[in-house]
């Protein structure tokens, strides 16, 4: 199995990007992760911190949405949505990457789904336990208003949301990964190494 | 992370009762998997045939159990099903497997839902693509009446059906499993590899 791209799909908490970092340093590979929203950034115009919030939105989950929706005119009448729009240069930043050949690990960004037909692709899944995960965020982000439990499930239901609006598949269901790894019992190190043995493998 | 018990559930046709074999070889830890059902059959009286079966039905499918249930009258009358009955033997069977201590690989049967309480305990989900799963079976069991895919979809939904009822869990879904693997995509050794790695790690 010859790796070129391995996409790291994980849980808001879970630790997967500091894994996928790791991973792409131990590797020598391209590492991309808000390189990618940067890219999106300058091809629209619109801020990176707009464009890192509309990628963690449920499309279409606002009230108002939902009655132009129901009357079959998604987003505002029948133009495309912001969200699509960006999903559509965000594909394009993702398969751009692909492009230039070099071997590279890829954070989000259901780079996963939008790099199926690609041959050298592997893609893994990371997820923890909420104990695991609360205790990280308050380590790494502090606490706020909202309790950190509340933080993560709305999180993961806005990801897997946003995943399924643009994939139509179930985010964090086994099959469509390569592996998935739970890291809050396996250890960040471990899943490291698990991945790093995988793809230097032959 | 000391692991006494690895617990292998797997899709029909991924391999996943042929790597957890190899895996408690390699461990030298006592294997479980129709062992459990020899023993439903020996408490129960029931044939092992009769145990298996209905250890892969989905519980209330048929026209006749629906009429009861909707009157809540599960299966006949007030009375226990015999897939609830069944249930309650195989628990006792693989809480006791477990008490005896010894290290042990066991396939299947929700034990990883059965044995969420214990420490040690270590879940795999193993699974791979159509294609693989065909050429698979029809290798080791060949061709039958039914079409491979039907047969494996089918089993699928059985295995689903009868985890959700017993537990209440998504089955396939990786949050619930500490590590899910990709046999077709890795490898029948790699993923014996993989979680030797793991059980032996420190």
């Not at 899944?125 to 993560?152: F, T, W």
Request: aromatic share 10%; proline share 2%; hydrophobic share 35%.
């Amino acid at each position: 199995m010859s790796i070129k791209i391995i996409t790291i799909s994980r849980q808001f908490g879970s630790g997967g990007r500091s894994i996928a970092k790791k991973l792409a340093e131990k590797l020598g590979y391209d590492y991309y992760d808000k390189e990618i929203i940067d890219n999106v950034a300058l091809e629209t115009g619109f801020s990176k911190e707009f464009v890192a919030a509309k990628g963690e939105e449920a499309p279409g989950k606002t009230v108002f949405s939902y009655g132009f929706e129901s009357a079959g005119m998604p987003g505002i009448m029948n133009g495309m949505t912001t969200n699509d729009y960006l999903w559509t240069v965000q594909r394009k930043v993702i398969l751009d990457i692909a492009a230039t050949g070099k071997p590279c690990v890829i954070v989000g960004r259901s780079a996963d789904y939008i790099l199926r037909e690609h041959d050298g692709v592997f893609n893994a899944y990371i997820y923890a336990d909420m104990k695991y995960r609360v205790d990280r965020i308050l380590k790494l982000y502090g606490s706020s208003e909202k309790k950190p439990e509340k933080r993560l499930s709305d999180k993961d239901k806005k990801r897997a949301a946003n995943h399924k609006h643009f994939t139509d598949l179930e985010w964090g269901f086994a099959p469509n990964y390569d592996i998935s790894l739970n890291s809050g019992k396996l250890g960040e190190d471990k899943c490291v190494d698990i991945l790093y043995g995988i793809v230097t493998e032959k």
